[in-house]
């Protein structure tokens, strides 16, 4: 999955450097480092998805955006409901829903830092 990712972004004009991890780890980004995070399908797969929503708020920018795709085919799908859950517990902010219940879309914004 990675090496196809990587391809269709480089065919793209999109440069990604892939990165596998468990998601039960911190993260190899420095603090603000990405712009948008986007899940599909992973969610329920991550042994500890708190502690990995609270990493992606550490790598996400002030405005940046989590998106997280699910559907319920997946034995592992996530409701929108848990993931809300779990983004706010993590420090995100306001979210956005599209799709119907059974397969969503997500947006969550990471609130400013005030100073």
Do not use: Q
């Not at 599909?40 to 797969?45: H, I, N, P, T, Y």
């Amino acid at each position: 999955m990675l090496n196809a990712t990587s391809a269709r972004a480089t065919r793209r004009g999109v440069t990604v450097v892939p990165r596998r991890t468990d998601g039960s780890e911190r993260l190899p980004y420095s603090d603000s480092h990405f712009d948008a995070v986007y899940l599909a399908s992973v969610l329920g797969e991550i042994p500890e998805p708190a502690a990995m929503m609270t990493e992606l708020n550490r790598v996400l920018t002030p405005k940046g955006r989590l998106v997280i795709a699910e559907v319920a085919i997946d034995p592992d799908f996530v409701s929108f409901r848990r993931a809300h859950e779990l983004a706010e517990a993590a420090g995100f902010g306001s979210a956005h829903r599209y799709g119907p219940r059974f397969a969503y879309h997500a947006v969550f914004e990471k609130p400013e830092r005030r100073s």
